[in-house]
Structure formats: C-alpha cells, structure tokens
C-alpha cells in the first residue's frame, strides 16, 4: 500500500467536509483503493474550525506552508475566487503537485492555461467539484460517455434560484420574498447577485460545454440573463400552456459552433429537468449514442460538494501511487466556434404591459410583422383599471428578428413596464 | 500514440451498435484520447450483418478465432448469458486479455470468480452496460462516489415493464394489454418471463449492490417478485393515495447486513424515481457524504448498450496503452451478511377480493389484529355483484408478520382470487 499526503488550503463549509470524510473514511480508502490518503497540513485564515475538526496540530494561517511543503503531493484549494487561489493553484502546479479544487471561477476563466501547466508538470488538476455539487457529471462525461458525441449539455446549475423559482411556482410567493426566504434558509448569500443574475451558472456551463465538447469556453463568452425579472404571473402563464420556469446553463454543438447561454428558460413539463424542485440541481446530456440522459444531486454544501472533492483525490491518489501514468487533462482538443445568441432560433414568451385601450394590441401585433416574426399564441389579459398584459408565445424565431422586435415594441412609447422575455426550449419549435 | 486491438464476439443489436462507434468515432478517440482502438476480428454466428457492416474481412463464425487471437489485447463479449458467452470469459482472461462485456446474467452470477481470476492475471473486466443500458452508474459508484458510504442504491432497472406499468396507469391499459404492446413495439420479447418476473432486474442489483457495498451478492439471494398480478385498480389506488408503482430493485445498507429485494413497489409521487416513464431507466442512490443522487436514462437498445462498452473499451485501452496500471476491479473487499426479507419492516398495501357479505371486514381485520399488524387506512368497495374488494394499508410491519396475516386471510377461506401485496416504499414509515 502507497501513501499519499495531502495538503488542504481553506477550512469553509466545504474543507470541513473533506477533512471530516478523510478522517471517517481512511480506513475504507484503505481497504478499497490500496491507498493511505493522509492530511499531513491544512491552512486557513482562521484557526477556529481547526479546533473543531481536532487538526489544530497540522494548522496554518499561511497557504504558502501547503505550496512550500515539499513531502505535499496533491494540494486541496478550496479558497475560491480568482485572487489568492489563482495563485495558490498555480505555484502548487509549478511545484509539481497535483491540484484538486471546486473552484468554478477560476477554472471557467483560466481552464485552458490551468490544465496546459499542469501537463507540462506531469501532474493532475481535478475539479468534478466545480459543477453540480455532490452529482458526478465531469466523470461521466470525460469517461462513461466518452464513446459519444455529446450534442447537447442543459444544466439546472444554481440551487439558489432553482429554490426560488420552485417557492414562487408553488405557493405564489414574490420574487423578494422567495430570495428573503432563500436568504433566511441559507441558500442564497447576503448578496445574492451571482445567483439571480446567472454568473455562477454561466461559470458552470462554461465548464461542462469545455469538457463535453473538448474546446475551450471562456466565462466571458456565456451570454446571461438572471431571474430578476420574473414574476408569479409568468410562471402561472407558463403552467398553463404546459411549461416550467427554470433558470437554465444551455451548452448545444450546432453545425455553425457552440450555442452556449444562460437565461430562464420555458421548458414542456414533461422534460425530465422540469421535475427538479427546490436547490436540487440536475444536468441533462444527449449524446449520439446514449440518447437523453440525467444526472441530479445536490448541487451545493459541504457534504455533496466534499464528496466530489474526495472522489477526485482518490483518482489523482491512485494514479499518483501506481504511476498509472498521470491522466492528461483534455481541454481543448477541437477548437469549435462559439455562435453568437443573435443566431439562435427558437420559440419566445414576451410579457408586455401596456394601457387598456383600442388600437394597442394592433399596434404591437404590427412590431411583430414587421420582423417577419410569426405569433402563435396571443391573450390579453385585463390587470387592474387602465392596464393590459399581452402575453404572446412566438413561432420559432430568431433571436435578432425578436430584439428588434422588441425594440420596435418599446419605441411605439406604449410599455407601461420593462417587457418579460423568456426563451422557450421546445424540441417541436 | 498506441495502438489497441480489440475482437468483439456476438454481433446483435448492442454488437452492431459497437462496430459502427468504433468506425464513426475512431479519429475522435485518436484526436482526444490519443489511442488508435482498432477492431482486428469478429465473430458470430451469423454472417449477414458483417456484410452490411463492410467488416466481412475480419469475419468469423468462430469465437474461439477471437480468444486464440494472440494480437488482440480486449475481448468484447457481447453473446450474453451464461452458456457459450462463460467460456469466452474465462478463456480471454485465461489468456491474458482484458474483457468488456454487457453480461448481467454472467456478472451477476459469478463476477467474483471473474473478477479474481483477472486480477491474477494482471487485466481488467469492465461491465458498465451490464446495468442501466447507457447510464452511467458503475463508473459513478467505482469513482466520483468512492469518498462516500452508500447507503440506499434504488433502480427502476427493467425498461420492459416500468413502460407496461406506465400504459396501465396512464392508459389504464390491462396488464395483457400492456405486454402486448410493448412486444409489439419491440421492448418485450416474445417470451418476457426475465422481464415481468423481475429475474432481470434481479442480475442488475445484485451487481449495483455490490458495487456500491464491495460485498459479492450472487442473484440466487435476491428475493423477486414481478408485476404480473398487477392491474390498473392497483394502480388507481396507488395513485389517490399519493404514490406510484415501479418494480424497484432496492439494495440498502442497513445494520443487520444488505436488504436487497426486486418486487412491485409503492412509492411516493415526489420521489424523483415516480416521475421516470416508459422505457426509460433510472437508479438512486444515497451516500453519506453526497445525499441523494439520481442516474437517468434509456436502460437497453443498441446505441446507449454501445455507448457503456466503448465507454469501458476507451478506460480499459487507456489503462493498457500508458500503464496507468490496471484498475483492479473491486469486488468484495467487505463480506457483509444478506439480511432476509423476513426481517423487512415497512408498509404494505393488500388488496383482498372477498364476497360482499356481512362479517367479512370484521374476519379480515381480526387476521390483522391477531398477528399484531396495524392498519393505517382500509377501503371497502363493491365491485360487481356479490363481491367487494377490501384495500388495506398498514403502518410499518415486519414482512414475516405480514406473511403470517396473509396466510390467515387465506386460511378463512374468504378470498374469491389471489390476494395482491405491493411493498410501500416511504422513508416516513
């Protein structure tokens, strides 16, 4: 049996998890994988937790104590964000130990020089932790499925606003009060902007288009579109016709490049993500081969997070200690075009408010003639004295022929409010 | 780059599926898996799908062709069953080749034997479609999910009869009606005894639960009831009380040893599983760590079966080409004892046909009472002349006491046709 020393960099909910699954299950790893994982230091800005988890022995205020840490073979980074743990990533890398992180930010951003580091140190970097939580969903794609060519990568990637989203669907609670809620339950940070607006979803997507279609995809590249927008009434029109309300990581290969975006999506009840409820998180993958499949978990907190974290450390261990040759990160071995939105072409639901009077509704039915955009369903619905809601539901459209669309709409001056515009991803459209 | 050569016995639908991944994406895994995976011989009975597939050239009718091959480094078993397909098993790990295989029934029966004699020949046995067609959920359980203890591994495992039981509750189709059917859309075969007797889904969890409990489960211990005696009123029934049917096979850790079983079960409408429809497959599983996870997808047909074997083919090929040293395949690192269902504890629905006369609830409910088991809901209802149908629910009971009331019930002479029992599955009970 080999031994295999780890050094862990941030003590959070996460680390604590980890720390706590090495200590419960040393001797299942043992016996399991021929592998003795051993923590031999940890580091954190605060020494609290250390205490707590019984490693005040092995504790450091100072990450560098891990990178500098000669006998370290696999680095843990589990700070997050791109400032100290850039670093730390990099110098470990450079020092040629393998990494093992959750961090979503930075892999989005700088995956591609990241994973080309590593392979010039002949080390691992692993990061299943970075999307979905505890659910197993790199894993599978760059092994399970790798007989595929995956076609389509659809990610309910965000528990926050999944949980939201759920809560105003189901007992018509507001937005604001969905996020207090959300905020109360510990869901949704104190400041829940990455959430509501979709970059933690557009990072997460960017990662899964990068691994299933084998070519890099920046976060910067994602166009996104959060859930502040939506209200109670566009869930209830949506249920009506037949679709769920879900803030969607979309990673299609078209023939003209990788359509990739974030946005809330109109989605037929019968689709297998339309049933994931609350901060659950689900990832559907089409493949040539394999057909539609899924995989749903929990997509955040210390426990599933952590179990990825440890998955990936066994499999970095096990290489490492039988010099099963290092794994090569693949990244980009096909270097598709990203398709700007502007081509996309599927169906749209426009909410429009505007006053109670003749001529509106011809007025706005005009706009959309004019940009060849063809309607296939249209209810005006009274809200309160003065005012009216035009809900339309678009044939298949383009996306520029709807925001100029739009556009015309906003300069007829009749929009009592900021329109609602939601993509509706229908197979039929 | 390395080369692999592989010889494929059995050339069905799954076989076919594999010759025309290996021809189409061949570049694919050259480009990013940096492996050459070359077919160098075939072998079935029957020429005239090579023909079709331009491979007559490594054609042949021989099996035996493949095993004394000495050229080839992966045998691909694709014959099925326990007959001619063991034999080529042992004979290429005789021999010094690794195997892939889809083989449920061979791997459920003898994978401890199959599994030790390749680790002492130094290869490797991989079986990722023997379970759940194209879902990935060994490779998960082996790797993403290592750093956990398992906990509950919950499969709706047969497409066959999880489409039969959605056409009766959907369409309120007859069970007769429903097998019809799905013969005539080819998902039954003309004899569907493997299927709607459950010995099917047995073989696929006696390999899920030893995966995921690393003890050796042979499917001879696998309690197994199928879903002939259901009919749409149970399914009526079920679903005004809140729950679905699906033949589950169930394989959970618990103290007094692995409760593992395939029956008709009672489920809970929001439990993910109660949503998975037609043929489609999906497995659940618990960890300590990760909390509830979910696998979906189609469990048969030629592309997803092809998808998990060239899956396997690119691990295994990977693991020979770079000696990333051979993943010794865990079997039964725990030898855990298999708990009898006798000691089951959970609820059970009972529908009993019985005259319509007075005294017969009082007689059945005292059978209950005398052997200590409580009631939690009870439905009488005429059903044609002369005769009623009593639903019974209990609370939570031992299966041995239910055995026991049932065989009263039979014993007061009462019944007019067999009595139906259908396990709950609820985590309240």
């Known amino acids: 049996m080999k031994t295999i020393k780890l050094g862990l960099i941030g003590l959070g ?36 937790e250390a205490h707590v988890l019984g490693i005040a022995d092995i504790f450091s205020t100072d990450g560098n104590d891990i990178i500098n840490n000669p006998e370290i073979d696999i680095v843990i980074e589990l700070v997050g964000g791109t400032g100290a743990a850039r670093s730390f990533v990099y110098a470990a890398l450079e020092a040629g130990k393998s990494v093992v992180t959750a961090n979503k930010a930075l892999i989005a951003a700088e ?60 007992d018509r609670l507001s937005y604001d009060a969905a996020l207090a809620e959300a905020q109360a339950a510990g869901f949704a940070e104190f400041d829940p902007t990455a959430d509501v607006e979709g970059a933690d979803a557009a990072a997460k997507i960017a990662i899964l288009g990068t691994i299933a279609y084998n070519t890099d995809i920046h976060i ?39 359509d990739i975006r974030v946005h809330p999506t109109m989605l037929a009840l019968d689709h297998p993500l339309s049933s994931v409820r609350g901060v659950m998180n689900a990832i559907y993958v089409v493949g040539d081969a394999v057909g539609e499949t899924m995989y749903y978990g929990a997509g955040a907190g210390s426990g599933p997070a952590a179990s990825s974290v440890v998955g990936d450390l066994i499999e970095v261990a096990r290489h490492l200690a039988y010099r099963e040759s290092i794994a090569q990160p ?23 408010s505007v006053p109670d009077r003749p001529g509106v509704l011809a007025t706005t039915a005009q706009v959309f003639a004019q940009h060849d955009v063809s309607i296939y369903s249209m209810v005006q619905r009274g809200v309160h004295e003065g005012c009216a809601e035009l809900i339309y539901v678009t044939h298949a459209a383009r996306e520029s022929a709807i925001r100029a669309t739009l556009a015309g709409i906003e300069k007829t001056g009749l929009l009592t409010s900021a329109p609602v515009l939601i993509r509706v991803e229908d197979a039929k459209a």
Request: charged letters at 20%; a negative charge.
């Open 111 to 170: 995956g591609h020089d990241i994973c080309t580091l590593a392979a010039s140190k002949g080390c691992e970097v692993a990061f299943e932790a970075s999307v979905g939580g505890g659910i197993p969903i790199i894993g599978p794609l760059r092994h399970t499925l790798a007989g595929n060519r995956i076609t389509s990568v659809i990610g309910i990637l965000n528990g926050t606003t999944n949980y939201m989203l759920t809560r105003i669907d189901e």
């Open 13 to 48: 909910t996460v680390g604590g998890g980890v720390v706590r699954i090495l200590q419960e299950h040393h001797d299942d790893f043992v016996r399991d994988q021929d592998i003795d994982l051993r923590l031999v230091a940890v580091a954190s800005r605060d020494s609290s």
């Open 220 to 258: 910067s590249q994602v166009p996104v579109e959060g859930i502040t927008a939506i209200s109670p009434v566009d869930l209830d029109y949506a249920r009506e016709m037949g679709y769920s309300i879900k803030l969607l990581g979309i990673a299609n290969r078209t023939p003209g490049g990788i």
């Open 330 to 352: 693949v990244w980009d071995t096909e270097a598709l075009p990203i398709r700007s939105i502007d081509e996309l072409i599927t169906s749209y639901y426009l909410r429009l």
